[in-house]
């Protein structure tokens, strides 16, 4: 057996032994792991539970919509409001406790009516070497992470999701359109609008000189001006996952993607 197969079985006995739970379920990689992993593990007494807001595109929530039927369990989405909250509008540094306080505060009571003992997310072994301060406040109400109990490290997660056949197995990494603003700079529903739109035009690395080709750069000009941005850059490192936090000194690159 392979040491990632080892640790999904370890994963399955984690939350077989919360009894029930409600997955804060995004979508991505790491969470649709851990809503197949708590299925396995408790069947119907795992509920999925998505958060849907400003600050996530439709397109995703479709997405986990899809997703969650797909794994045939029950599915609740619930509303965010994390711009009402000027902590989490005026993006410190520190923004993502905010998001993640909001989350869990509004999971909680759906934990409670439905009955289940535990709230998990799916925070990974990779997660813990950068600056996560959602993480804290997991911590702090009680949230649990059985992907970091069980060891299980961001490749390991897409090694098992392919292994067990789930599609989301080599989806590209993704965090809310909130990510996108320089700390600092305010989050406004219009703005993030304006980057939701942007998005529709994101290009992976290995495309970027396809750019100048029958000058498609000329196109994507201006769409983004349409959009009412200016100045139109291609950072040649690519997409890299938690970039803001460079300006930290706390950030780390991941899976490339650019904008064009």
């Known amino acids: 057996m392979s040491a990632p197969m080892e640790k999904y079985d370890r994963l ?77 509008a005026r993006n410190p540094v520190n923004r993502c406790f905010f998001c993640k306080e909001e989350l869990f505060t509004k999971l909680a009571p759906i934990a409670a009516r439905e009955g289940c003992r535990a709230l998990v997310y799916g925070a990974n072994m990779d997660d813990l070497g950068d600056h996560r301060p959602g993480m804290q406040a997991a911590k702090t109400m009680g949230v649990r992470a059985p992907l970091i109990d069980a060891e299980l490290w961001k490749s390991e997660i897409r090694e098992l999701s392919r292994e067990l056949g789930l599609p989301t197995w080599d989806k590209p990494s993704f965090a809310c359109l909130s990510s996108r603003f320089q700390y600092g700079d305010r989050i406004t529903p219009e703005k993030l609008r304006q980057i939701d739109a942007a998005e529709e035009l994101e290009l992976p690395l290995e495309d970027v000189p396809r750019l100048w080709e029958a000058g498609r750069h000329e196109q994507i000009v201006r769409r983004f001006r349409e959009l009412g941005y200016v100045f139109v850059t291609v950072d040649l490192a690519g997409f890299q996952s938690g970039s803001a936090n460079l300006l930290l000194g706390l950030g780390r690159s991941s899976e490339r993607k650019v904008n064009a």
């Open 12 to 88: 399955l006995e984690i939350l077989k032994s919360f009894e029930s739970v409600v997955v804060a379920f995004s979508g991505g990689v790491d969470s649709t792991l851990l809503a197949r992993a708590a299925h396995d593990a408790l069947g119907v007494r795992a509920v999925l539970v998505t958060a849907d807001s400003e600050t996530y595109p439709a397109r995703e929530l479709d997405e986990a919509k899809r997703l969650g039927a797909g794994l045939g369990m029950r599915h609740v989405i619930v509303q965010t409001r994390e711009l009402d909250n000027p902590d989490y």
